[in-house]
Nanobody
Framework: QVQLVESGGGLVQPGGSLRLSCTVS???????MAWYRQAPGKQRELVARITAGGTTNYLDSVKGRFTISRDNVKGAVYMQMDSLKPEDTAVYYC????????WGQGTQVTVSS
């Protein structure tokens, strides 16, 4: 059973930055990984994904502000989030691209002045 542990969230003012981390108990070699988020009252949405080879794709609303990366040796996935906006407030989760592993607790990101 793969376990996912997200961290790095917090309260930040608009325009601020956060770096999220996700550690995976199993290997991520060859696996497309992704970050998702779920805002209150909304469905979970895919924010960013990274292929096994490092190609990235982003939700339009975060393009140019968020950067996903991975460390296959450490079994970790990261997301640098800059120029944060209030609408980025959500619980952020990582998972494989299909979202088939058991979800972790997520990490809360709150963007507010």
């Amino acid at each position: 059973q793969v376990q996912l542990v997200e961290s790095g969230g917090g309260l930040v003012q608009p325009g601020g930055s956060l770096r999220l981390s996700c550690t995976v108990s199993g290997t991520i070699f060859g696996i497309y990984m992704a970050w998702y988020r779920q805002a209150p009252g909304k469905q979970r949405e895919l924010v960013a994904r990274i292929t096994a080879g490092g190609t990235t794709n982003y939700l339009d609303s975060v393009k140019g502000r968020f950067t996903i990366s991975r460390d296959n040796v450490k079994g970790a996935v990261y997301m640098q989030m800059d120029s944060l906006k209030p609408e980025d407030t959500a619980v952020y989760y990582c998972n494989n691209y299909r979202g088939t592993w058991s979800w972790g607790q997520g990490t809360q990101v709150t963007v507010s002045s």
